[in-house]
């Protein structure tokens, strides 16, 4: 039977979804958490087949959160839950390795759905989010999504403060390709400075405030 682990800091919310997948004999929700630590406390514990994910939480965004429980448990499986619908968020929800993703203001039965697809080795977005996307023009994608691996790591170190000099010896690469990589970050982005990256990252949920 797969094993389920909710996370979520509203008590009201959990104990709704809760009851809603163990209404389905072959799932089980075997444990719940309130923030991120203990998120990973239930991971590390239960070692449970998927883990349902609000990105907005007490002790910082859900985000990085999805990328150190998968890195946790490899083989788990991350469907996100929020009331955020956003393209930046869901794009980078999937980016950092979640399966799912079901907006807080669909049928609460989406879940169920998202669950068991994604079980299953599907992707799943919940219905508002998919017909966003099918009426979307090609053309119209965010432009975060045009950077590449190495940008966005450039990105989010220019963003938490960090100097070109700084980010090099993190990185492990020559400070001018750092200026390379902020260029095409600035120009991509359409930023002007790096308050610009900062709010730009604030706004995704990426950093902390």
């Given at each position: 039977?797969?094993?389920?682990?909710?996370?979520?800091?509203?008590?009201?919310?959990?104990?709704?979804?809760?009851?809603?997948?163990?209404?389905?004999?072959?799932?089980d929700v075997v444990a719940e958490a309130r923030n991120a630590d203990e998120a990973v406390e239930a991971v590390t514990q239960?070692?449970?087949?998927?883990?349902?994910?609000?990105?907005?939480?007490?002790?910082?965004?859900?985000?990085?959160?999805?990328?150190?429980?998968?890195?946790i448990s490899p083989g788990m499986k991350i469907v996100v839950l929020s009331m955020h619908d956003g393209e930046p968020y869901?794009?980078?929800?999937?980016?950092?390795?979640?399966?799912?993703?079901?907006?807080?203001?669909?049928?609460?039965?989406?879940?169920?759905?998202?669950?068991?697809?994604?079980?299953?080795?599907?992707?799943?977005?919940?219905?508002?989010?998919?017909?966003?996307?099918?009426?979307?023009?090609?053309?119209?994608?965010?432009?975060?999504?045009?950077?590449?691996?190495?940008?966005?790591?450039?990105?989010?170190?220019?963003?938490?403060?960090?100097?070109?000099?700084?980010?090099?010896?993190?990185?492990?690469?020559?400070q001018k390709t750092i200026y390379i990589h902020r260029a095409a970050v600035m120009n991509k982005l359409n930023a002007g400075?790096?308050?610009?990256?900062?709010?730009?990252?604030?706004?995704?949920?990426?950093?902390?405030?």
């Open positions: 039977m797969p094993r389920i682990v909710l996370v979520d800091d509203h008590a009201i919310v959990r104990e709704g979804f809760k009851r809603l997948i163990e209404l389905e004999p072959d799932l239960h070692r449970p087949d998927l883990v349902a994910v609000d990105l907005t939480l007490p002790d910082g965004s859900g985000l990085p959160l999805i990328e150190h429980l998968g890195s869901v794009s980078e929800a999937l980016r950092r390795g979640a399966r799912g993703y079901v907006t807080k203001g669909v049928a609460p039965e989406e879940l169920v759905a998202a669950v068991r697809s994604v079980l299953s080795g599907e992707q799943y977005l919940s219905s508002d989010l998919r017909q966003r996307r099918s009426g979307r023009p090609s053309t119209d994608l965010d432009p975060f999504n045009r950077l590449t691996a190495r940008e966005r790591e450039v990105f989010l170190l220019l963003a938490a403060g960090r100097a070109p000099k700084q980010v090099a010896a993190e990185l492990g690469i020559g400075s790096e308050l610009d990256l900062y709010r730009m990252a604030q706004e995704r949920g990426l950093i902390r405030t």
